[in-house]
């Protein structure tokens, strides 16, 4: 048993804008020991609920970190106030890699880094994820994730939910048998998802690397496991080739042609193209990045067309029906806590409508997931990950970039609300 004093420091680690509210709490309990907790009571003027619906004038009480019941707003006890605000699921980001980063150098950083400061820049980028919004995300991936995310489990440091793919299949992993056994290992790594490199990189022209056979040993023994596959690929072959190996998910996709999106959406791939973040941050931070395996002239020309190309694409893609579109942004070193960006973009140079792109990081972005049943919506059951935003992001979707309140789990990390009332 933990000692009272042990409970108030636990509870002001877990949270420490809700200390007093925890010491109350917990003087109380002395007395009252079965007496409920107090109910979290959340009133908006605008409720975004991540599957297509809008409610004016909402109510959401939270209990316990699920949300209980979401409805009209009615008289009575309020514990946070939010009329000028809009309260939407916190959002999700299916594909970043967490621990990229600038170094001590300024520099992007490979290798030869010592672990304990590597994981610190993982967990910064964790931290600015949360605030500015994002409460899950998918890392795609490497080893440190496994630390990163028993880590923000424990619920002591401040990070979205964490899924990773530790170590990808490639050209290099070897024969279907060899492929087969990879992900095995990385499975009983403990590997939420699969990640499968079945073209080259960008800044290599993104021709196709794996064959038809490999991609569907890969696919189909993360099948069996009961695990998700996340397949790069930029060529069209590679991506019809992913779709065609039943793979859950494909990502870039910057070569796709029409007919190769419409059997995307034929055969339920969901894809997870980057269009508004990634390339756009290597080139910002071209000097960070130059000089470092295929960050050379030619990699950056490469990346300089792919924009382009990048927003063709994209725009023929929302126009597929029933194309499963999730929102990723591939974020590396000095794009995390921008994640946002890549909605802002989607809707805005793309012209996909705001209410799809917001459904793209909540509720779908949770199904591609297979987290649709915990996460992503605001209705009685779900987990209590909610997100206020100053502005209407439907009437102008810049309003994500102004988050300024975060609950996750039922714990509050940010609330700067009181500081933007007009
Ligand atoms: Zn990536």
Known sequence: MKTMAQKIASGFLRNRFRLAQAAGALLFAVTAPLMAQELTVIRVGTLIDGKGGVLRSATVVVDEGKIKSV????????????????????????????????????????????????????????????????????????????????????????????????????????????????????VADGADVIKIFASKSIREGGGQTLTQAQIEAACDEA?????????????????????????????????????????????????????????????QNKDRYFGIGNFNEAGFAFMEKGISLNLDMFKRAIRVKGLKLVMGTDAGAGAHGKNAQEIIYRVQNAGQPAMDAIIGATSLAAEALGMKDTIGIVAPGYEADLIAVDGDPIKDVTALRRVVFVMKDGHIYKNVAAGTRR
């Open 71 to 186: 409805g009209q707003a009615s008289a009575g006890r309020v514990t946070y106030d939010f009329p000028q605000f809009t309260l939407l699921p916190g959002l999700i980001d299916t594909h970043v890699h967490i621990d990229t980063h600038f170094g001590k150098s300024g520099r992007v950083v490979r290798e030869g880094e010592p672990p304990q400061e590597s994981i610190l820049y993982a967990a910064e980028n964790a931290y600015t994820m949360l605030i500015n919004g994002f409460t899950t995300t998918q890392s795609i991936g490497s080893r440190l994730d496994l630390d990163l995310r028993a880590a923000t489990a424990r619920g002591m440091l401040p990070g979205p939910r964490l899924l990773t793919s530790i170590a990808p299949v490639d050209e290099h992993t070897g024969t279907p048998d060899q492929i087969r056994q990879f992900v095995r290992k990385v």
């Open 223 to 283: 099948k069996t496991l009961g695990r998700r596959t996340w397949v790069h690929a930029h060529a069209d072959s590679a991506v019809k080739a992913a779709a065609a190996a039943g793979c859950w998910s494909v990502t870039h996709g910057s070569q796709v042609t029409d007919a190769t999106l419409a059997f995307m959406a034929e055969r339920g791939t969901f894809f997870e193209p980057n269009i508004g973040l990634l390339l756009q941050n290597y080139i």
